[in-house]
């Protein structure tokens, strides 16, 4: 009997492109933004002929279909969960798309309609959509708050060029747990603040951060300390907005420089470009030079945590230590086999965090 290919053979081309994308998308990645093992681990061994989006998207439809069998079933906690899974697995495919294509906004647009649906059905959190005024446009932004009558202090969490907002879902219930409030920051560059409202990161970016708490004490009544925890390039965000705005308390960065350069491989130049509307490398690091940080200058009364992974391939400790040196208070703590931002201790990573701000920010 002949054997018939059902798809073509996967070109040399095709292989290093998922290749490349598998290196910004492990498996440990993954999981760290809240997708579902069977999911993450039949995503990383899809074939190359697929398009990862389409893959990706795939497995969000099978999650969705659950949710909604759940959901008229009367099964909420498992419509919510299975919401949440499509969450992180439209996550993973908007991803393939490094600039604004019509394909990514209606991914992005279809992750945050999922992790509405779970939100309109928690029965656990709060989970609230922001619209936070700025510039000409507004950012977007998640609160997800304990269901308790008290304001709860706030941590803001933020991204960096890939990974934004939703992402970050699982830190936020972790932040939950102990009491706390989080707000998942898209900033100017990032998510539907940059695909829907069209604002893109510039030198300008710290006064997003106080809009976001203005927002929150308009919202909530809790007018800080505050934290704020910055993952990957967003760890320069989350340090700038402490130096800036006094009400920020703790300050974690996880994976960042002070002096950020584009990098010299087309994932991250491309990236990097879009986050700051820009089209070529010499115009990124031309606003890229608007956002470095200087000690000498540039210093914060919130404490500051710095996390570095010593397996990190983009983020060296010497980069990563200039940040001590932002505050008169600040601590280094350093996982030796860790990834990027330290996707593979996530849990060990997300306690440890969670538990510092809840001692810096929750009077016990």
Known sequence: MANHRLTPEPTEEAAKRRAALLRAMPVTRMLDYGMDHWDATHLSNAPASQPWHEAAAQLADAQLARAKAAADRGDVETAVACYRRATAALIFAQMAFNTDTAAKRTLYDRLAGAYQAAADLDTELRVERLSIPFGASHCTAWLVRPRSDHPAPAVVIVGGQSGWGPAYHKQAEALARRGL?????EAPGQGETRLSGGLHLDGHVDLAFSATLDTVRARTGYDGPFGVWGNSFGGLLAARAAVQDGRFG???????????????FRTASEQVQALLGVGTDEEAAAVLRTLWLDPA?????????????GADPLVTLDQQKVFLDLSARSTLRVWEDGEHTMYNHSAERTEFLCDWFRSRLLAR
């Open 181 to 185: 409030s989080t707000v998942l920051l």
């Open 250 to 264: 703790a300050c974690c960065v996880n994976g960042a420089a002070t002096k950020p350069e584009p990098l010299p």
């Open 297 to 309: 200058v540039d210093q914060t009364t919130a404490e500051v945590l710095v996390l570095h992974g």
